[in-house]
């Protein structure tokens, strides 16, 4: 009966106030990214009743677990911050998914989000679309603070939630609620090499970087978390380190190679085909010596096959990382032979930095400096000079 009542007050909700529509705006930064869908009772726990997901481009879609493959299909037509703290008065047309009486018809919503990250939905009276924010047990809100929440593909109904990275995920999440997140960056996706590496935003100081690096993550995963982790953050470009747990999953060098093939797809896809994408080769681990060959094998497949992508470029840290022989260099790894140490950190950031300068990101360390405003200053003076001297000297 509860679920009932619930299930009726969205509907009343979702009906809104039929306003006129307006060219379709961008989504909100703060609003992008997954969400649980869930009333928050008085005892302070979250009751999950749908997830929604903002994608960068003014579309949303929301899905309720009831039936889950039923995927709600929303247009923004009008967003307007109202106050420019997170209080939005938005006008949206449903095209797919609704009751067919809800759709293809514009609606207005107010939605406010509050400090803890929460999004309160407006409370409508007698229809109207009026800015009362009320915190009731039967009212739903959008939240990234439950643990308990369940997530799928609003496409492929895949499950992305429950995974031994969930945590971590999670606050990724919840990153995407803090304006403080900078815009325009520069994205490192991958597993804990790209986790640990603490040093980053120190390394690459005069750009602004995100380290969405989560630990022991594989290729694989990463294509399936991709439209969660990377899409929101519409980066200006993407460098990925994965592979090596997949070869340590025992995966083929074949297998890694289709999961590749897949991040180029599925970032193209969501991303669009001018974002520069860096690959960083799978590393020679000392403590995963007998996965050298296979290693070698799989970064030959991925780098014959980018030299024929456009703007995807593959980043060689193998044989920077190993002796002349072809052995680890134990030297570049931390006491478990398995993550770098900072020298080993240091080589990537230099390997690193030269892309992102082929890119135009960091200034070109080979150009000649610019002459100082002062030595200017003088050419010029001694050039009066020598005039001076020439005018006195015919006169």
């Known amino acids: 009966m509860t679920k009932l009542v619930i299930f009726i007050v969205i509907s009343v909700m979702l009906v809104g106030t039929i306003i006129n529509g307006e060219t379709n705006p961008v989504t909100p930064t703060t609003l992008r990214g997954l969400w649980c869908l869930a009333v928050y009772n008085t005892t302070h726990n979250y009751t999950q009743l749908a997830q929604a997901y903002f994608y960068n481009n003014g579309t949303f879609t929301m899905n309720f677990l009831a039936n889950i493959t039923n995927t709600w299909v929303n247009y923004f037509t009008s967003v307007n911050n109202t106050d420019s703290d997170g209080t939005y008065r938005i006008e949206v047309i449903t095209t797919a998914g609704a009751p067919v009486s809800d759709q293809n018809r514009t609606l207005c919503y107010w939605r406010k989000q509050i400090s ?21 047990d039967t009212l739903p809100r959008y939240t990234r603070l439950s643990s308990n929440c369940l997530y799928y593909d609003d496409e492929t ?13 999670l606050e990724f999440d919840r990153d995407l609620s803090r304006s403080s997140l900078p815009q325009n960056a520069v994205a490192f996706y991958g597993s804990s090499s790209i986790r640990m590496w603490t040093t980053l935003a120190n390394d690459f100081s005069s750009i602004s970087v995100i380290n969405r690096g989560f630990g022991g993550s594989t290729l694989k995963e990463c294509v399936h978390q991709f439209k969660r982790v990377v899409y929101p953050l519409d980066p200006k470009v993407l460098l990925v380190y994965a592979g090596e747990n ?6 083929t060098s074949e297998q890694v190679f289709a999961s590749f093939n897949s991040f180029v797809q599925i970032a193209r896809q969501m991303l669009g085909d001018q974002i520069p994408i860096g690959f960083i ?23 014959r096959t980018i030299s024929s992508m ?18 680890p260099l134990e030297s570049l790894f931390s006491d478990d032979r398995l993550h770098m140490n900072a020298k080993g950190y240091q080589i990537w950031t230099k390997v690193v930095s030269d892309y992102l300068r082929s890119k135009g990101l960091l200034p070109d360390q ?25 005018i006195n000297f015919s006169q």
């Not at 109904?157 to 995920?169: A, C, G, Q, V, Y």
């Not at 050298?292 to 970064?299: E, F, K, P």
């Open 281 to 303: 080769s799978i590393k020679p681990s000392p403590s995963r010596i007998q996965f050298i060959t296979q290693v070698r094998q799989t970064n030959e497949m991925i780098e």
């Open 157 to 169: 109904f895949e499950k992305i939630s429950s995974t031994s990275f969930e945590s971590e995920l």
């Open 116 to 136: 803890n990250g929460d999004v309160l939905w407006g409370n409508p009276t007698n229809g109207i679309c009026a800015p009362t924010f009320v915190e009731l």
């Open 310 to 327: 456009n703007d995807v470029t593959y980043i060689d840290v193998f044989n920077l990382m190993v002796d002349t022989n072809g052995n």
């Open 246 to 251: 997949d070869i340590a999953d025992n995966q």
């Open 366 to 390: 080979t150009s000649t400096p610019s002459v100082a405003p002062i030595f200017k200053a003088t050419l010029w003076i001694m050039i009066l000079v020598v005039i001076s001297n020439s």
